[in-house]
């Protein structure tokens, strides 16, 4: 079965700092792969998606994530974090043809953004 | 937008009471999903659903039932509560289509069973 590892619970970079969050899924075959966030106290938020084409994906906020066949990983990244983006972060994978399997999740990294 | 809407946002009830959890979206999306949320597990998926009035237990759907009468509207439903299903419950839907669809999630539910 499909699984998606997330190295690190909680993650802590000071304001301005390089994001780093690191996501590796488990299948040969690569999925479709996805971000969320969840600020506190609200539902989850996609952040943004790979399916195909460019290995480097743009989302909102200043994100983006690369997409590494060799490595199975599907890191975020932000060259420079705010305040405002003390969240939880969650990735998160569907096999290719699958149809419209539920979203199989990690089990989510905290970052906090010290000032 | 998709705007998915949870009935309630927090929630406090007693056990042994059946609880019903409701949950709406706007885009006449094909499929929903419930998932609970707890710290340090992530998101656990209960019940899912395709289409109206067919359901498909997800990881843990133990204590739970659903309903979907119509397809704006998935129901979850705590038969008899208990202490250990205090958490947060949230909803999903998506479109059917390619694989490459994302899920569109509600504010949540924080449920407290006293």
């Known amino acids: 079965a499909q699984s998606v590892t997330q190295l690190g619970s909680h993650v802590s970079v000071s304001e301005g700092a390089l994001v780093l969050l690191r996501c590796n899924y488990s299948?040969?075959?690569?999925?479709?792969l996805f971000w969320y966030v969840q600020y506190p106290n609200q539902g989850l938020q996609l952040l943004l998606k790979?399916?195909?084409?460019?290995?480097l994906v743009k989302g909102i906020n200043g994100f983006e994530a690369e997409f590494k066949k060799s490595e199975t990983s599907f890191h975020l990244t932000k060259p420079s974090a705010h305040m405002s983006d003390a969240a939880e972060y969650f990735c998160?994978?569907?096999?290719?043809?699958?149809?419209?399997?539920?979203?199989?999740f990690g089990k989510g990294t905290r970052l906090s953004v010290i000032a | 937008d998709v705007k998915v809407t949870q009935s309630s946002r927090y929630l406090v009830k007693r056990t042994g009471e059946k609880v019903f959890l409701e949950c709406v979206q706007d885009?006449?999306?094909?499929?929903m999903f419930w998932y609970r949320q707890d710290p340090g597990l992530g998101l656990r998926l209960i019940y899912f659903?395709?289409?109206?009035?067919?359901?498909e237990k997800g990881d843990i759907p133990e204590g739970y039932s659903v309903s979907r009468e119509k397809k704006e509207r998935f129901s979850l439903i705590l038969e008899s509560a208990s202490t250990n299903q205090t958490s947060m419950y949230l909803c999903?839907?998506?479109?059917?289509?390619?694989?490459?669809?994302?899920?569109?999630f509600g504010d949540g539910t924080r449920l407290s069973i006293l």
């Open positions: 998160a994978v569907r096999p290719l043809n699958s149809g419209n399997t539920p979203l199989v």
């Open positions: 885009m006449d999306h094909e499929n």
């Open positions: 999903a839907s998506s479109s059917t289509g390619y694989s490459n669809q994302p899920q569109h």
């Open positions: 659903s395709y289409d109206v009035k067919m359901k």
């Open positions: 299948s040969s075959v690569p999925p479709y």
């Open positions: 790979y399916t195909t084409g460019a290995t």
